[in-house]
């Protein structure tokens, strides 16, 4: 079974600051037709997650263009240009094409 | 607009069973394989099972093999889980999330909003 390792585990940032987060896989994540799977998820305190990103680099719908997602092989990152108050939760990394579906442990955000 | 609404958790016994549905609304439900994930109190996201769009294939984590079965009726749009001999480990919020039209693509773009299941004696 993939594993994913995020880091870090816990992330303050100061309002308006950038902020990034580690996603490391223990195999690669290439899949057969050559594309790349792996999505990011935003889970705020108290809701369910939401998707952010998805093929690595693609944002959802609504999501704003202050996230940004990049890697390929078996790192990669997501990145917050400048964080605001809503962005304060746990955020998530899982392969969309390895079996059995795996979620990274999280990465807390908080603000200073 | 994709629409999940989980129900049935509760306070339950160890031992005892409990079923969750989870109701779709807003996309051809008979045409997706549907999953549960799991989150423990203050834990990270687990994985639980999947159906296929037909009901005809169906993983499971090794943590809830042979204790839980997942089903689907087509004809009302609704995803169930059926958990048996329930353990204090179980207890998590449980979330249905949308698969793919292909079971092992998991895109898990839509989630429910969650039920608790509370394991106690």
């Known amino acids: 079974d993939v594993v994913m390792t995020q880091s870090p585990l816990s992330l303050p940032v100061t309002l308006g600051q950038p902020a990034s987060i580690s996603c490391r896989s223990s195999?690669?994540?290439?899949?057969?037709?050559?594309?790349?799977?792996l999505n990011w998820f935003q889970q705020r305190p108290g809701q369910s997650p939401r998707r952010l990103i998805y093929?690595?680099?693609n944002r959802d719908s609504g999501v704003p263009d202050r996230f940004s997602g990049s890697g390929s092989g078996t790192d990669f990152t997501l990145k917050i240009s400048r964080v605001e108050a809503e962005d304060v939760g746990v955020y998530y990394c899982?392969?969309?094409?390895?079996?059995?579906?795996?979620f990274g442990g999280g990465t807390k955000v908080e603000i200073k | 607009q994709v629409h999940l609404v989980e129900s049935g958790g509760g306070v339950v016994q160890p031992g005892r069973s409990l079923r969750l549905s989870c109701a779709a609304s807003?996309?051809?439900?008979?045409?997706?394989?549907m999953h549960w994930v799991r989150q423990a109190p203050g834990k990270g996201l687990e994985w639980v099972a999947v159906?296929?769009?037909?009901?005809?294939?169906?993983d499971y984590a090794d943590s809830v093999k042979g204790r839980f079965t997942i089903s689907r009726d087509n004809s009302k749009n609704t995803l169930y889980l059926q958990m048996n001999s329930l353990r204090t480990e179980d207890m998590a919020v449980y979330y249905c999330?949308?698969?793919?039209?292909?079971?092992?693509?998991?895109?898990?773009?839509?989630w429910g909003q969650g039920t608790l299941v509370t394991v106690s004696s």
């Open positions: 195999q690669s994540l290439v899949y057969s037709d050559g594309n790349t799977y």
């Open positions: 807003g996309f051809s439900f008979s045409n997706y394989a």
């Open positions: 093929q690595v680099s």
């Open positions: 159906i296929s769009h037909d009901g005809s294939n169906k």
């Open positions: 999330a949308l698969g793919s039209v292909v079971v092992t693509v998991i895109p898990f773009d839509y």
């Open positions: 899982m392969p969309a094409t390895h079996w059995p579906p795996t």
